[in-house]
Nanobody, 126 residues
Framework: QVQLVESGGGLVQAGGSLRLSCAASGRTFSSYAMGWFRQAPGKERESVAA????????YYADSVKGRFTISRDNSKNTVYLQMNSLKLEDTAVYYCAAEVKGIHSIVVLRDEYDYWGQGTQVTVSS
């Protein structure tokens, strides 16, 4: 079992930046592949970015490529999502997720994750 707590959300103007953090506790964090998802009102939860447990591989949705960066610090049991050049359409509740996987595995699909945080709101204003 692993518990996930997101932080760092808030209100930011379009073009601005935010860094989300997801702190994990419980089982050994470094054995988990991690992902960030988001859910806007009336829409399904979608994958934003994912990273392997060794941090050597990553995935980004086309909508955030070049603007968002996922990273992790296994010594701090934390995964990050650096969000730059934010757009109005980035407004959503952002969730982190964890799943036990092999060292190089990246998990993209929502249904493959067993553990979820409670989410943090990101609101981008014009």
């Amino acid at each position: 079992q692993v518990q996930l707590v997101e932080s760092g959300g808030g209100l930011v103007q379009a073009g601005g930046s935010l860094r989300l953090s997801c702190a994990a506790s419980g089982r050994t964090f470094s054995s988990y592949a991690m992902g960030w998802f988001r859910q806007a009102p009336g829409k399904e939860r979608e994958s934003v970015a994912a990273i392997s447990w060794a941090g050597l591989g990553s995935y980004y949705a086309d909508s955030v490529k070049g603007r968002f960066t996922i990273s992790r610090d296994n010594s701090k049991n934390t995964v990050y999502l650096q969000m730059n050049s934010l757009k109005l359409e980035d407004t959503a509740v952002y969730y982190c997720a964890a799943e036990v996987k092999g060292i190089h595995s990246i998990v993209v699909l929502r249904d493959e994750y067993d553990y979820w945080g409670q989410g943090t709101q990101v609101t981008v204003s014009s």
